[in-house]
């Protein structure tokens, strides 16, 4: 391809400017090879003709393409040359206001003179771990790359930042070390970052002074290495400092400043600590007024010099160090206002003795006035033979005076700097550092003088070593590659650096100069014209012979001479040097006491004296000259430099006004060839500086390919032999290993075939679309034609048919008209004759009629009274009927609806669900009838047996009588008498109080029957208040729009409380950090003092016992547990696994039988037990038979009972389960009423059979009472009279005994059957009040939706209650079919009980016939006693104090939350208050205050522990908000029980108070949320950028733009594989994991609902941030794939009905983000719809994505900077703060709402496998 094809008509080029450097101009003409002319078009349509030479005017520079202008990386560029480069960073600069550009690995930075926010610890966080070709230029993309591939490469790092004085280099250095101190932080809480960044505002206050270009100009060169540790953290800084501007010190130009020490210490004199320093303004002190400017706009030094003061402090300088640094600064004042006085000779000179400045000068440095008065105007000559003290004029003695001020500056700026390397230095050891170089760059002036010389000595050494970097660079790329590397030619400038350095160069002749004694500039300039005249990079001045040009790699620079000897030799008299050495300051005396001064020899024995005086000679210091200590420091800084990977940043100053983003192109020109870029530009164009991946390559260019090759598999192939076609040069492109290496111009040629072709299609396209068009005009023009050649012929013919219509009519109107003038008279004349004849006619017939008439009406009028009196007459009959039919149709109407309703909805339904069931009450009623038949039966017999018994006793009484007459002896009788009296008594006390139980219960009953009534009404009030407030809502709803001001000051409220609470939280995250901190310095004070040695926890053994993996709450369900077991049989156990519902069933069937196992087991004992002690009786024995048969008969009725109380039970619970099911389906309300009929019909039931039990125990009672009775009647009748005065005295007395224990007997029955009422009545009430929670709880929640629903649009609003009902439908729908199955299975259940039940009364029946029947079984009386009730469990736990440590150990330190995953969430939360509450119960305070300290420190402890568990803090945070729920819901305040059931009042703590420490558990769960949303933050932030911004979600969107991108390859970890590539796909999933973990823990739903909001703010800040950094990903297919993501983030939220929770509007920046790429950017209706679209975006961030927005093709336009203006001017009036990054740290403020528990803590089932088992159930 030659290289004229590229000049044709319409290509764009650049020709050179005097004003612009280079301007833009157009082809017009096609140029070929050999003219002379290229004719061309200005941008201002202005022709030009350019002449062309091919040696003396070469061709002009190409332009980009417009799709290139304003890369990130200059060598993207398809031409690389200086007006590229110079026209890229203009745009760049100008209109999207970027300052950072790369050029290959230079990072090229404008300073915009203004304050810009792209610096903040948002920024730094946003470009922390990319990689450099990611994200934008940007300095901390630089620092980043240095930090990465120090961990990566293992090898020390250097960044340069180098330029001209105002360009920067300060300010970008600065940012470069706040990055690695935020990024690199120490992890010891040593604050090294801290002190390192504390050194600058030293150094600026010391180092830097105001220039004509520079407000904050750097005066000196340093070199700052910041030492990292093995885990990359810094541990410690050194810095180094290069060529101090000493002179500065004693002058200043004009509208210059000294250094910003001293004028801060001016504006600073009133403070009391400067008082003694005697200072006053800056403008009285010489030293400081020689600029006549002594102020810096938009500086404060006063507040300046706090900050300098801070920064000493911190870096650990005393403060009594810190008056000595200020004493000696002001000393330096003083003494350049010492006044010298000129003697009249004009050789001496004197100091007046009242000199305030040389007091004060002495003062201060505590030095001797009358020697320093002395030795400021003389000075002292060593000779070989003599000393000579010689005056000095006044000239030389204010030179001296200005060589001592400088000299003690420079004494005393090398002490501070090294004592900030003391602070900054660390005793661990350093494992790599990062240096910063902040050097001067290129300078030249009008005056250059040896501080130039030696600026660019070491920018010529700065340059070799960049010039060999890029080279190797560029060698390693091809290397690496595998292309042939062929040498470039760059330049070297070692020729120039010999010139300086080398042996008699410039430097060397200088150093020998100033040895001579007498040696002058002017002898000097003339070696140098003698030595170099033949060099090539060396020129003599022709107007001066004391100047010299040396040629360097930027420009020509000329120096004089004047002055070079006396600044290189930097003399300072040793006798003013040693009346410093002896200050009374030791301090000042240690600032000129040389380092390798030793002290004197103590071990020397022999003093060898000199024969004769010799001179002292000079200390080592002062023999060098200042040029070889900066050429030694600069050799150092290049061996340090070679040692590290350099980094480079070359400052631009834009323009020498200090104008806000205004380009002067001369001035950028000028530093850009001074710094080196475009060196690196021609380095690169050398070779091949554009280079495409096959991929890409292949994407963008297979226009040009043929079909047959695009279907070719292989790329690489494709690609070959498509070059080879276009590019006929081979030597234009090279094939690399993964990439394709173009020359310079290439890619611009592909790109112009690229547009031809696409031209071409266009040109085709617009053909056929042309000519399409103009057959359709030309069918359309045809078509009319046509038409209105119709319409006319037929206008013609219409008007030709009128006029034949108009003639024919004007003939008929002739004729016509005659024939009705004819008529019209006979008409009249026969008129006349018919009225007359009508007239007379109608006459007669009128009066025939009126006669007529008067007949006929009169009939009518009675026909029609005749006929309304009988039709009124029958319509009062029918209606009466009708009315009498109808009442009664409607009452038997009602009745039978009633009914009907009735039997369909309740019986009917009952009867199909419950079929036999009323058999079973009618079977039990109809028992129950036979027992009390039985009962009467019993009680005659009863009255019979007393009868006789009372015969007998009379009997009994006449014999005993007869017995005592004849024996004499009655005092036995009486006696006996009063004890039966006594008893009776008590029979009748007995009777008496079982009377006033009844009555009391009859009361209470009264009353309880009064409360439900006052129930029902508080509940109809309820429903009433209900349907109120849904009106109430209604009208408010209604009036919304009115209250908006009560809204809008509610959501000021609401905004004021989110402050204080955010306020608060931060408080708290600071405590808790500092609290951390605190405990680090425990923990290494403990590591230091002790050694512990590894000590094992012994591990808890896992149970295997049933119920270790599934819940431990007792349900409310009632199954069958036999059908459960076959279900389980028939399903298999892994599929039945899969039941929940089913394993609850099977476990709770577990306990009953193992608690049934335990009581049998216990009854056994008791009843061995009671063998054994029957058969140790002597006097009763019995057989084993008989004790078989009472065992036999005791577990039979411990059975009958249990089985009788698990029935009580399972009716409960039915009946609960249907008050549940009623009472929700209120709407029902005949349903209700059907289901409280079986409830009051069971329970009717039920009470009769505890009825007829209690009666059946009285009678069994007393039927043994009367047979014991009648066998020891029997007894005694057997016995002969005698023995009847032994006998008969313990016989009453056990009858009497008998008789009372059957009282006590019946009366614990009837207390027992009182308390079983009023249990009932309790449990009665217990519902009542669960329905009217429900109700409660019904009206919240419809005011909630409808509050929701109002706040919707309208078509939302139908949507939305749509699905409320479809939801609603369903769910009674599942209730309903759950309900049915449960009663079905209920009423299988209670069938087969009932069986069992009747089946073993009838056997307990059998028993106590048997019983009675027999007389042979005495002991039978001792078994029928009433049991006991159990002590129920009150939700306690005890434990000894002993056991609180492994209470905490077991349940928080060790324990893992896989372990109670099945069982209920939050269990060591409630385990822990369970001990609480027992603590609390046994009043013992020391013991709570003990359990909940340890608690909250060991979850502490496990939170430290697992800082980056989610899991873990997770599970923490929902138990510390649980245990904080129960310390809220038990504490007895009436706020927090307004949810409680009555069993859970009363279990509240009776005698602590434990509010503080429900203080501190929220304080608590508020640090555990932090450590929660830190976790999570961590694990999903690397994710964020990838798959939002990165993953194609919509595949083959993403085009291709040609970039030529050179990302360095250092920057990507090709090792490791690059960085891991996340997909949408893989973001959601990990939020879906952490909503399944927080769910499954028992997170409240709210809390849950703040952390997802707190992860989407993170996913909108990571992602809005990087899209703002970012230009590659701002366009239109990247704004279409962000907003699919984002849809599909508010999809996952929808799904997870966490849409309510806030989480989807924090989105709503990065969704308006989308949307701007996407929508039109043109006119200004586009401008105006953005500003409107765009409201939860600034305008810095809609002004930047505009900038950033970059076309994928050349056919998409940019957007321009007036539409970017136009929306600047539009956004003028939000105030919108100045921040352009999301702020990635904000935190919501945390809200933790009180969300009571339904369970109840005597339900709770701790498993066996925590191994708690040293807690006792209490």
Request: hydrophobic share 35%; proline share 2%; glycine share 4%.
């Given at each position: 391809m030659s290289v004229y094809e590229l000049y044709t008509k319409f290509t764009r080029v650049w020709i050179p400017d005097p004003e612009d450097v280079w301007k833009a101009a157009e082809i017009i003409r096609d140029f070929k090879e050999g003219e002379s002319l290229l004719h061309l078009k200005l941008e201002d349509e202005t022709p030009l003709e350019y002449p062309v030479g091919p040696k003396s005017n070469p061709l002009p520079f190409l332009r980009n393409p417009d799709i290139l202008v304003g890369e990130n990386d200059l060598t993207a560029l398809s031409y690389l040359h200086e007006p590229a480069v110079l026209h890229n960073l203009k745009v760049r600069f100008l209109e999207s206001n970027n300052i950072y550009t790369y050029c290959g690995i230079v990072l090229v930075a404008i300073n915009p003179y203004e304050q810009l926010q792209i610096y903040g610890e948002e920024v730094i966080n946003a470009y922390s771990g990319q990689n450099m070709g990611d994200?934008?230029?940007?300095?901390?993309?630089?620092?980043?790359?240095?930090?990465?591939?120090?961990?990566?490469?293992?090898?020390?790092?250097?960044?340069?930042?180098?330029?001209?004085?105002?360009?920067?280099?300060?300010?970008?250095?600065?940012?470069?070390?706040?990055?690695?101190?935020?990024?690199?932080?120490?992890?010891?809480?040593?604050?090294?970052?801290?002190?390192?960044?504390?050194?600058?505002?030293?150094?600026?206050?010391?180092?830097?002074?105001?220039?004509?270009?520079?407000?904050?100009?750097?005066?000196?060169?340093?070199?700052?290495?910041?030492?990292?540790?093995?885990?990359?953290?810094?541990?410690?800084?050194?810095?180094?400092?290069?060529?101090?501007?000493?002179?500065?010190?004693?002058?200043?130009?004009?509208?210059?400043?000294?250094?910003?020490?001293?004028?801060?210490?001016?504006?600073?004199?009133?403070?009391?600590?400067?008082?003694?320093?005697?200072?006053?303004?800056?403008?009285?002190?010489?030293?400081?007024?020689?600029?006549?400017?002594?102020?810096?706009?938009?500086?404060?030094?006063?507040?300046?010099?706090?900050?300098?003061?801070?920064?000493?402090?911190?870096?650990?300088?005393?403060?009594?160090?810190?008056?000595?640094?200020?004493?000696?600064?002001?000393?330096?004042?003083?003494?350049?206002?010492?006044?010298?006085?000129?003697?009249?000779?004009?050789?001496?000179?004197?100091?007046?003795?009242?000199?305030?400045?040389?007091?004060?000068?002495?003062?201060?440095?505590?030095?001797?006035?009358?020697?320093?008065?002395?030795?400021?105007?003389?000075?002292?000559?060593?000779?070989?033979?003599?000393?000579?003290?010689?005056?000095?004029?006044?000239?030389?003695?204010?030179?001296?005076?200005?060589?001592?001020?400088?000299?003690?500056?420079?004494?005393?700026?090398?002490?501070?700097?090294?004592?900030?390397?003391?602070?900054?230095?660390?005793?661990?050891?350093?494992?790599?550092?990062?240096?910063?170089?902040?050097?001067?760059?290129?300078?030249?002036?009008?005056?250059?003088?040896?501080?130039?010389?030696?600026?660019?000595?070491?920018?010529?050494?700065?340059?070799?070593?960049?010039?060999?970097?890029?080279?190797?660079?560029?060698?390693?790329?091809?290397?690496?590659?595998q292309i042939p590397w062929t040498l470039i030619d760059f330049y070297d400038n070692q020729p120039c650096i010999d010139l300086i350095e080398a042996r008699l160069g410039v430097l060397d002749l200088l150093d020998e100069e100033c040895k001579v004694p007498k040696g002058t500039d002017q002898n000097w300039a003339q070696k140098l014209y003698k030595q170099h005249s033949s060099s090539a990079h060396f020129q003599k001045p022709r107007m001066s012979n004391t100047s010299f040009i040396i040629i360097h790699f930027a420009d020509k620079v000329e120096y004089q001479c004047e002055g070079f000897l006396e600044k290189n030799r930097d003399t300072v008299y040793e006798e003013q040097i040693n009346i410093l050495k002896a200050s009374q300051f030791q301090l000042v005396a240690d600032l000129f006491h040389e380092k390798d001064d030793a002290p004197p020899s103590k071990t020397s024995r022999v003093n060898v004296r000199a024969a004769k005086s010799t001179p002292k000679a000079p200390n080592k210091e002062h023999r060098k000259t200042v040029g070889h200590q900066f050429r030694s420091s600069l050799h150092l800084l290049m061996e340090t430099l070679n040692a590290t990977t350099p980094h480079y940043v070359r400052c631009i100053k834009p323009n020498d006004y200090k104008e806000a983003f205004s380009f002067d192109s001369r001035r950028a020109v000028q530093q850009l060839r001074a710094c080196g870029v475009l060196e690196t530009i021609r380095i690169s164009a050398a070779g091949y500086p554009s280079r495409w991946t096959y991929p890409d390559f292949f994407s963008r260019y297979r226009v040009l390919m043929q079909k047959s090759d695009m279907m070719s598999a292989d790329k690489k192939l494709v690609c070959k032999n498509l070059l080879e076609i276009l590019i006929k040069e081979p030597d234009m492109f090279q094939f690399g290993r993964t990439k394709i290496f173009f020359r310079a111009g290439q890619v611009a040629y592909l790109e112009k075939l690229r547009a031809d072709k696409f031209r071409a299609a266009c040109i085709k396209i617009q053909k056929t679309v042309r000519g399409w068009l103009q057959r359709v005009r030309y069918r359309k023009i045809r078509k009319s034609a046509v038409t209105l050649q119709r319409y006319g012929r037929g206008y013609l013919a219409r008007r030709y048919a009128e006029y034949l219509r108009l003639t024919r009519a004007a003939l008929l109107c002739q004729k016509q008209y005659r024939m009705?003038?004819?008529?019209?008279?006979?008409?009249?004349?026969?008129?006349?004759?018919?009225?007359?004849?009508?007239?007379?006619?109608?006459?007669?017939?009128?009066?025939?009629?009126?006669?007529?008439?008067?007949?006929?009406?009169?009939?009518?009028?009675?026909?029609?009274?005749?006929?309304?009196?009988?039709?009124?007459?029958?319509?009062?009959?029918?209606?009466?009927?009708?009315?009498?039919?109808?009442?009664?149709?409607?009452?038997?109407?009602?009745?039978?609806?009633?009914?009907?309703?009735?039997?369909?909805?309740?019986?009917?339904?009952?009867?199909?669900?419950?079929?036999?069931?009323?058999?079973?009450?009618?079977?039990?009623?109809?028992?129950?009838?036979?027992?009390?038949?039985?009962?009467?039966?019993?009680?005659?017999?009863?009255?019979?047996?007393?009868?006789?018994?009372?015969?007998?006793?009379?009997?009994?009484?006449?014999?005993?009588?007869?017995?005592?007459?004849?024996?004499?002896?009655?005092?036995?009788?009486?006696?006996?008498?009063?004890?039966?009296?006594?008893?009776?008594?008590?029979?009748?006390?007995?009777?008496?109080?079982?009377?006033?139980?009844?009555?009391?219960?009859?009361?209470?009953?009264?009353?309880?029957?009064?409360?439900?009534?006052?129930?029902?009404?508080?509940?109809?009030?309820?429903?009433?208040?209900?349907?109120?407030?849904?009106?109430?809502?209604?009208?408010?709803?209604?009036?919304?729009?009115?209250?908006?001001?009560?809204?809008?000051?509610?959501?000021?409220?609401?905004?004021?409380?989110?402050?204080?609470?955010?306020?608060?939280?931060?408080?708290?995250?600071?405590?808790?950090?500092?609290?951390?901190?605190?405990?680090?310095?425990?923990?290494?004070?403990?590591?230091?003092?002790?050694?512990?040695?590894?000590?094992?926890?012994?591990?808890?053994?896992?149970?295997?016992?049933?119920?270790?993996?599934?819940?431990?709450?007792?349900?409310?369900?009632?199954?069958?547990?036999?059908?459960?077991?076959?279900?389980?049989?028939?399903?298999?156990?892994?599929?039945?696994?899969?039941?929940?519902?089913?394993?609850?069933?099977?476990?709770?069937?577990?306990?009953?039988?193992?608690?049934?196992?335990?009581?049998?087991?216990?009854?056994?004992?008791?009843?061995?037990?009671?063998?054994?002690?029957?058969?140790?009786?002597?006097?009763?024995?019995?057989?084993?038979?008989?004790?078989?048969?009472?065992?036999?008969?005791?577990?039979?009725?411990?059975?009958?009972?249990?089985?009788?109380?698990?029935?009580?039970?399972?009716?409960?619970?039915?009946?609960?389960?249907?008050a549940e099911r009623a009472s929700q389906n209120s709407s029902s309300n005949e349903l209700q009423d059907s289901y409280n009929l079986?409830?009051?019909?069971?329970?009717?039931?039920?009470?009769?059979?505890?009825?007829?039990?209690?009666?059946?125990?009285?009678?069994?009672?007393?039927?043994?009472?009367?047979?014991?009775?009648?066998?020891?009647?029997?007894?005694?009748?057997?016995?002969?009279?005698?023995?009847?005065?032994?006998?008969?005295?313990?016989?009453?007395?056990?009858?009497?005994?008998?008789?009372?224990?059957?009282?006590?007997?019946?009366?614990?029955?009837?207390?027992?059957?009182?308390?079983?009422?009023?249990?009932?009545?309790?449990?009665?009430?217990?519902?009542?009040?669960?329905?009217?929670?429900?109700?409660?709880?019904?009206?919240?929640?419809?005011?909630?939706?409808?509050?929701?629903?109002?706040?919707?649009?309208?078509?939302?609003?139908v949507e939305y209650s749509v699905q409320q009902e479809i939801t609603r439908l369903t769910n009674d729908n599942l209730d309903l079919k759950e309900l049915v199955e449960k009663l079905e299975k209920n009423e299988r259940k209670l069938k087969k009980q009932l069986r069992i039940y009747m089946k073993k009364v009838q056997e307990l029946e059998a028993s106590q016939a048997a019983g009675l029947t027999s007389r042979s079984k005495p002991e039978l009386s001792r078994q029928v006693t009433v049991q006991r009730k159990e002590k129920d469990f009150e939700g306690m736990l005890e434990y000894y104090k002993d056991d609180e440590a492994l209470l905490v150990k077991t349940l928080i330190t060790d324990f893992k939350p896989n372990t109670v995953t099945a069982t209920v969430p939050c269990l060591p939360a409630y385990i822990l208050f369970m001990c609480i509450r027992h603590a609390d119960y046994i009043n013992d305070d020391q013991k709570v205050e003990s359990l909940l300290t340890s608690t909250i420190n060991g979850i502490k402890k496990v939170l430290k522990k697992n800082n980056d568990d989610f899991e873990v803090t997770s599970f923490w945070l929902a138990n510390s908000s649980r245990l904080l729920h129960c310390l809220k819901q038990y504490s007895g305040d009436e706020v927090f029980m307004t949810q409680n059931t009555a069993k859970q009042n009363e279990h509240c703590l009776k005698n602590f108070d434990l509010a503080e420490y429900r203080q501190v558990l929220s304080d608590l769960s508020i640090q555990?949320?932090?450590?929660?949303?830190?976790?999570?933050?961590?694990?999903?932030?690397?994710?964020?950028?990838?798959?939002?911004?990165?993953?194609?979600?919509?595949?083959?969107?993403?085009?291709?733009?040609?970039?030529?991108?050179?990302?360095?390859?250092?920057?990507?970890?090709?090792?490791?594989?690059?960085?891991?590539?996340?997909?949408?796909?893989?973001?959601?999933?990990?939020?879906?994991?952490?909503?399944?973990?927080?769910?499954?823990?028992?997170?409240?739903?709210?809390?849950?609902?703040?952390?997802?909001?707190?992860?989407?703010?993170?996913?909108?800040?990571?992602?809005?941030?990087?899209?703002?950094?970012?230009?590659?990903?701002?366009?239109?297919?990247?704004?279409?794939?962000?907003?699919?993501?984002?849809?599909?983030?508010?999809?996952?939220?929808?799904?997870?009905?966490?849409?309510?929770?806030?989480?989807?509007?924090?989105?709503?920046?990065?969704?308006?983000?989308?949307q701007l790429l996407q929508v039109k950017k043109k006119t200004s209706q586009d401008a105006e719809a953005i500003c409107s679209l765009c409201t939860a975006l600034n305008t810095q961030q809609i002004v930047k994505i505009l900038n950033l927005y970059t076309p994928l093709n050349e056919f998409e336009e940019r957007v321009t900077v007036s539409f970017i203006r136009n929306i600047q001017n539009r956004l003028q009036e939000r105030n919108d703060p100045p921040q352009l990054l999301v702020d990635t740290k904000h935190t919501f403020p945390v809200l933790f709402p009180y969300t009571p528990s339904a369970l109840s803590l005597e339900t709770l089932h701790i498993p066996a496998s925590l191994g708690l088992d040293f807690l006792i159930r209490v």
């Open positions: 994200m934008d230029p940007h300095i901390f993309a630089v620092a980043e790359e240095a930090y990465k591939q120090m961990a990566r490469d293992e090898r020390n790092q250097s960044i340069i930042v180098s330029g001209e004085s105002g360009a920067g280099k300060t300010v970008s250095a600065k940012y470069a070390m706040r990055f690695f101190a935020t990024v690199g932080g120490s992890s010891t809480e040593t604050n090294v970052e801290e002190k390192v960044l504390a050194s600058s505002p030293i150094m600026e206050a010391i180092g830097n002074a105001k220039t004509t270009r520079n407000d904050n100009s750097s005066r000196f060169g340093k070199y700052i290495q910041i030492g990292f540790s093995r885990h990359y953290h810094i541990i410690g800084a050194n810095m180094r400092t290069y060529l101090l501007e000493k002179s500065r010190v004693v002058f200043q130009a004009e509208d210059e400043r000294n250094y910003h020490i001293f004028y801060q210490l001016c504006a600073s004199a009133s403070l009391p600590e400067l008082r003694d320093l005697s200072l006053t303004s800056a403008e009285d002190f010489t030293y400081t007024s020689l600029g006549e400017n002594i102020f810096i706009e938009g500086v404060n030094d006063a507040e300046d010099f706090k900050k300098t003061r801070e920064a000493f402090t911190l870096l650990g300088i005393k403060d009594s160090s810190q008056s000595n640094i200020f004493k000696i600064m002001a000393s330096i004042l003083h003494l350049g206002n010492v006044a010298i006085c000129p003697e009249r000779d004009g050789e001496s000179c004197h100091i007046s003795r009242d000199d305030l400045h040389l007091k004060h000068f002495c003062r201060l440095l505590g030095l001797e006035l009358q020697q320093m008065e002395h030795w400021l105007c003389h000075r002292k000559l060593v000779t070989a033979s003599e000393t000579y003290v010689k005056t000095m004029s006044s000239k030389q003695a204010a030179n001296a005076r200005d060589a001592l001020a400088k000299h003690i500056y420079a004494r005393m700026f090398d002490w501070i700097v090294e004592h900030i390397n003391m602070a900054l230095q660390t005793s661990s050891k350093q494992h790599s550092f990062i240096g910063v170089l902040d050097i001067y760059g290129f300078e030249t002036f009008e005056v250059n003088s040896f501080e130039q010389f030696c600026i660019n000595y070491a920018n010529e050494k700065l340059q070799q070593q960049f010039n060999s970097h890029v080279f190797k660079l560029e060698q390693e790329e091809y290397m690496k590659e009705v003038r004819v008529r019209r008279a006979y008409l009249r004349v026969r008129q006349a004759v018919v009225t007359i004849q009508a007239y007379t006619r109608g006459m007669f017939t009128r009066r025939i009629y009126w006669e007529f008439l008067l007949h006929h009406k009169a009939m009518i009028i009675q026909k029609s009274v005749r006929s309304w009196l009988q039709r009124k007459k029958f319509r009062r009959a029918r209606n009466a009927a009708v009315v009498i039919q109808c009442a009664y149709r409607r009452m038997r109407a009602k009745r039978q609806l009633k009914q009907l309703k009735i039997e369909a909805r309740s019986a009917e339904h009952l009867k199909k669900l419950n079929t036999g069931m009323e058999n079973k009450i009618v079977q039990l009623q109809r028992k129950m009838d036979d027992q009390s038949k039985e009962y009467k039966a019993h009680n005659e017999q009863l009255l019979m047996a007393n009868s006789s018994l009372g015969s007998e006793v009379n009997k009994l009484q006449k014999e005993l009588e007869q017995i005592r007459g004849q024996q004499g002896e009655g005092g036995q009788l009486t006696s006996l008498q009063d004890e039966l009296e006594r008893l009776r008594e008590e029979l009748q006390e007995a009777y008496a109080e079982r009377k006033r139980l009844e009555e009391e219960h009859s009361t209470e009953k009264l009353g309880l029957k009064q409360r439900v009534k006052e129930l029902e009404r508080e509940n109809s009030l309820l429903k009433s208040e209900k349907e109120e407030m849904n009106q109430r809502i209604l009208q408010q709803s209604k009036s919304a729009a009115e209250d908006s001001s009560v809204s809008q000051r509610e959501g000021t409220l609401q905004t004021e409380l989110d402050g204080e609470r955010q306020r608060y939280q931060n408080l708290l995250r600071e405590f808790s950090r500092l609290e951390q901190r605190c405990d680090n310095l425990k923990e290494e004070l403990s590591l230091t003092k002790f050694h512990p040695g590894h000590r094992r926890n012994p591990s808890n053994q896992s149970s295997l016992e049933s119920d270790s993996n599934y819940p431990s709450v007792s349900t409310s369900e009632v199954g069958d547990t036999e059908d459960s077991v076959q279900l389980v049989e028939e399903m298999g156990v892994e599929r039945a696994a899969m039941d929940i519902s089913l394993f609850m069933k099977l476990q709770k069937r577990v306990r009953e039988l193992e608690q049934e196992r335990k009581r049998l087991q216990i009854s056994v004992d008791k009843m061995e037990e009671l063998a054994r002690r029957r058969g140790a009786e002597a006097k009763s024995p019995t057989s084993e038979q008989e004790t078989a048969d009472l065992a036999y008969n005791s577990l039979k009725r411990q059975e009958l009972e249990s089985e009788n109380k698990k029935l009580k039970n399972d009716l409960n619970e039915l009946r609960k389960t249907i079986l409830i009051s019909q069971l329970k009717a039931a039920n009470e009769e059979l505890d009825a007829r039990k209690e009666e059946v125990l009285i009678l069994r009672t007393q039927i043994v009472s009367t047979a014991q009775l009648q066998e020891k009647n029997e007894h005694i009748e057997s016995k002969k009279i005698p023995e009847l005065n032994n006998s008969k005295e313990p016989v009453d007395k056990e009858e009497a005994l008998e008789a009372y224990h059957g009282l006590c007997e019946s009366k614990r029955l009837l207390e027992a059957q009182l308390q079983s009422q009023s249990r009932q009545h309790k449990d009665e009430l217990e519902a009542l009040n669960t329905q009217i929670e429900l109700l409660k709880a019904d009206i919240e929640k419809k005011q909630e939706i409808l509050n929701h629903t109002m706040s919707l649009s309208p078509e939302a609003q555990i949320y932090q450590q929660l949303i830190k976790v999570a933050e961590g694990i999903i932030q690397p994710m964020i950028v990838s798959a939002m911004l990165e993953s194609e979600s919509i595949p083959s969107l993403a085009g291709v733009k040609p970039m030529g991108y050179r990302n360095r390859s250092s920057s990507m970890d090709t090792d490791g594989g690059g960085p891991s590539s996340y997909t949408l796909e893989a973001l959601i999933r990990q939020l879906g994991q952490f909503h399944g973990i927080m769910r499954d823990q028992g997170l409240d739903p709210e809390i849950v609902g703040q952390v997802v909001r707190q992860l989407f703010h993170c996913v909108n800040a990571v992602t809005l941030n990087n899209l703002l950094l970012r230009k590659d990903v701002c366009s239109w297919s990247n704004g279409m794939q962000l907003r699919y993501n984002t849809s599909q983030m508010e999809e996952w939220l929808r799904g997870n009905n966490l849409y309510q929770s806030k989480a989807a509007a924090t989105l709503e920046p990065i969704i308006q983000a989308a």
